[in-house]
């Protein structure tokens, strides 16, 4: 997977080149397109897993069946196996505040537009992970979303500290978060929960369960989009506090605009409206 990635890399790299020296010109090169952007993510992600003590193993974009989820399967980022747990991790590539609770249902990025709250998504790959490796104790899966070093938390600060097992970080702390937490965990249990036998059996189910027919693949995209659409749609109908990104009643909303020199035509939740006014 790893050497994959770096390959596609060297390869668009190389076909840029040509590009620019057959049409004779000495522009800047354009920006990354978005499929060049996550490669580069993907790369930055595998660079820091590597990093991981040599007892671990992971995979990466692991596509298995769950017949909870809408497209009747999950995609997974990445789930990287320890003695101690399991880490099952989400990545996003977004740009700005990161606005979040972990009992809301609603994030927000820049207090402007709405996303699912992460890790409620992870908790679905969880679900689909241990169903299909048959593990009951939720204690043994660790649940991370990785974000790039272009976003600001602004978040539970539980979410931030290593005792959790919902845990938010940059992508170039993903290696030493994980780390940490099996530290953490090494001295919360006297031996490792999982031998190397049995790690090596629970990768192996997983690797074997991971689809990868395009077909498939391509399907489950594609309903996604459409379920992303409907999403949009619905989320473009409610209104948010610009600060935490809360979702607001009808009422809040139209008492905002009605006071245009307090909110400036912004939409603010009760809390922070007393923090305006007060502060």
Not at 164 to 172: A, F, G, K, P, R
Request: proline content about 3%.
């Amino acid at each position: 997977m790893f050497s994959r990635v770096i390959n596609n890399i060297f390869k668009r790299e190389s076909t840029e080149k040509v590009s620019v020296e057959v049409k004779g010109k000495s522009e800047k090169k354009s920006k990354p397109t978005p499929s060049r952007i996550g490669e580069l993510g993907e790369y930055k992600i595998n660079i820091q897993l590597d990093r991981l003590p040599k007892n671990s193993k992971y995979l990466s974009d692991v596509l298995i069946e769950n017949s909870k989820a809408k497209s009747g399967y999950s995609q997974i980022d990445h789930v990287v196996f320890t003695p101690y747990a399991i880490f099952v991790v989400e990545t996003k590539n977004y740009s700005g505040i990161i606005y979040g609770d972990r009992s809301r249902t609603k994030w927000s990025v820049n207090g402007k537009f709405p996303m699912m709250n992460p890790f409620n998504q992870n908790y679905g790959h969880i679900q689909a992970i241990k169903g299909v490796l048959v593990i009951h104790d939720e204690t043994q899966f660790i649940s991370m979303v990785s974000f790039t070093k272009r976003c600001t938390f602004k978040v539970n600060d539980e979410l931030r500290k290593i005792q959790s097992n919902d845990l938010i970080v940059y992508d170039t702390e993903l290696s030493e978060y994980i780390t940490r937490k099996i530290n953490v965990l090494k001295l919360q249990n006297s031996k490792p929960i999982y031998s190397t036998n049995e790690l090596q059996s629970l990768y192996n189910t997983i690797e074997s369960a991971n689809i990868l027919d395009l077909h498939i693949r391509d399907k489950h995209v594609e309903l996604l989009n459409e379920k992303d659409k409907e999403t949009i749609k619905d989320e473009n109908s409610l209104s948010i506090c610009k600060t935490c990104g809360k979702v607001v009643s009808e009422k809040v909303k139209r008492y905002c605009l009605a006071n245009k020199s307090c909110f400036k035509g912004d939409i603010y939740c009760c809390d922070h409206q007393r923090l305006l006014k007060h502060g």
